[in-house]
T-cell receptor
């Protein structure tokens, strides 16, 4: 059974800091890994999707890496801003699970001015 | 292009009642998945539909059911509501159901409160 763990559970940083969010998964036979952002009471916004054959993806100040063999992914946020405050979730699709995303519990990020 | 829409946005029900939630995917998307989000369990997969067929199902009791129509709109039904069914219900759509390379796009969710 696939399990996804995110560390840390919460993170508070001053504006301008570079930060790293961690995600680990138990079954390395994944098709892809996605990072999402969720604002309080809202739906999920996709940030980055990494295929199993890829090592990293970048979008603006965000960079996500994937090491399938070790079952790990990191989301790097450069020059954090208060608007980055949200919950960040990673999720994987594995095997024949079609549209089933298995999510981690998320990291609650607070960036203070 | 309009995003995924869900109706209603908020619902209050009492134990024992049933509820139906609706999801309209992005135009052209044929796959719809449903998730339940609670503070204790996080996001959990309910089921996925493609071409009116359920392709995958999560570990939820039979009180949770769904269906998909020919226009790809999907409904989720929960019968005999329990207090523990209070949650944010999210649906997601994607264009190519075999294309695990594709992003899933989420709607804003329906907040269900069971009293």
């Amino acid at each position: 059974k696939q399990e996804v763990t995110q560390i840390p559970a919460a993170l508070s940083v001053p504006e301008g800091e570079n930060l790293v969010l961690n995600c680990s998964f138990t079954d390395s036979a994944i098709y892809n890994l996605q990072w999402f952002r969720q604002d309080p009471g809202k739906g999920l916004t996709s940030l980055l999707l990494i295929q199993s054959s890829q090592r990293e993806q970048t979008s603006g100040r965000l960079n996500a890496s994937l090491d399938k063999s070790s079952g790990r992914s990191t989301l790097y946020i450069a020059a954090s801003q208060p608007g980055d405050s949200a919950t960040y979730l990673c999720a994987v699709i594995a095997g024949t699970s079609y549209g089933k995303l298995t999510f981690g519990q998320g990291t609650i990020l607070t960036v203070h001015p | 292009k309009a995003g995924v829409t869900q109706t209603p946005r908020y619902l209050i029900k009492t134990r024992g009642q049933q509820v139906t939630l609706s999801c309209s995917p992005i135009s052209g998307h044929r796959s719809v998945s449903w998730y339940q989000q609670t503070p204790g369990q996080g996001l959990q997969f309910l089921f996925e539909y493609f071409s009116e067929t359920q392709r995958n199902k999560g570990n939820f009791p039979g009180r949770f059911s769904g269906r998909q129509f020919s226009n790809s709109r999907s409904e989720m039904n929960v019968s005999t509501l329990e207090l523990g069914d209070s949650a944010l219900y999210l649906c997601a759509s994607r264009g190519n159901p075999g294309g695990y390379r594709e992003t899933q796009y989420f709607g804003p969710g329906t907040r269900l409160l069971v009293l």
